[in-house]
Antibody, heavy 118, light 113 residues
Framework: VRLVESGGGLVQPGGSLRLSCAAS????????MHWVRQTPQKGLVWVSR???????????LYADSVKGRFTISRDNAKNTLYLQMNSLRAEDTAVYYC?????????WGPGTLVTVSS | DIVMTQTPLSSPVTLGQPASISCRSS???????????LSWFQQRPGQPPRLLIY???NRISGVPDRFSGSGAGTDFTLKISRVEAEDVGVYYC??????????FGGGTKVEIK
């Protein structure tokens, strides 16, 4: 199982970023996927989850802190998970991990750093 | 949201000696399907979390048998029977029973004396 995030960087408050997570070594279409972020101050915080196709009322779920600003999606043909982050705030600064779901995250990528600062 | 409380914050251990980490949840983690979705992760410096144990006591393939998980309801424990140098890092518990959201403990740092 291999997960590799990309797309992090420095962005100004109010800006946008799109994170990607390339998956390999397993049948991507069979697994739900998560985004989890980590800061020294707040530790590990769950961000979002998507089902195998993202459809239905609970196909995508979000933490209250990002609801309405972040959008999780996936392209099963490309074995890739995404996180579109809009209206970014300083408190969104963190290392963002994608993780495969198996009764919770069982395999994690190395993470990508997002810094929101002017 | 379920609050996960870990103790101690830090655990200095002599090589070859045991270590124990406690995790307490603010509500029972028994799911309506009868399972208890409590996991333990290890995070070594500069690395992402690594799943060690799922559903309280099930070790992931490749995890040394010196790691064991136990507990029920709201109280859970991760034990390392004989700490080795490679075990240094931060350990987290996490619940998935009352999802969303997933919630993690604050972490326990295991270090060598």
């Amino acid at each position: 199982v291999r997960l590799v995030e990309s797309g992090g960087g420095l962005v100004q408050p109010g800006g946008s970023l799109r994170l990607s997570c390339a998956a390999s070594g397993f049948t991507f279409t069979n697994y739900w996927m998560h985004w989890v972020r980590q800061t020294p101050q707040k530790g590990l915080v769950w961000v979002s989850r998507i089902t195998t196709d993202g459809s239905g009322g609970s196909g995508t779920l979000y933490a209250d802190s990002v609801k309405g600003r972040f959008t999780i999606s996936r392209d099963n043909a490309k074995n890739t998970l995404y996180l579109q982050m809009n209206s970014l705030r300083a408190e969104d600064t963190a290392v963002y991990y994608c993780a495969r779901d198996n009764y919770g995250p069982d395999n994690w990528g190395p993470g990508t750093l997002v810094t929101v600062s002017s | 949201d379920i609050v996960m409380t870990q103790t101690p914050l830090s655990s200095p251990v002599t090589l070859g000696q045991p270590a124990s980490i406690s995790c307490r949840s603010s509500q029972s983690l028994v799911h309506s399907d009868g399972n208890t979705y409590l996991s333990w992760f290890q995070q070594r410096p500069g690395q992402p979390p690594r799943l060690l144990i799922y559903k309280v006591s099930n070790r992931i393939s490749g995890v040394p048998d010196r790691f064991s998980g136990s507990g029920a309801g709201t109280d859970f424990t991760l034990k390392i029977s004989r700490v080795e140098a490679e075990d240094v890092g931060v350990y987290y518990c996490m619940q998935a029973t009352h999802f969303p959201p997933l919630t993690f403990g604050g972490g326990t740092k295991v270090e060598i004396k």
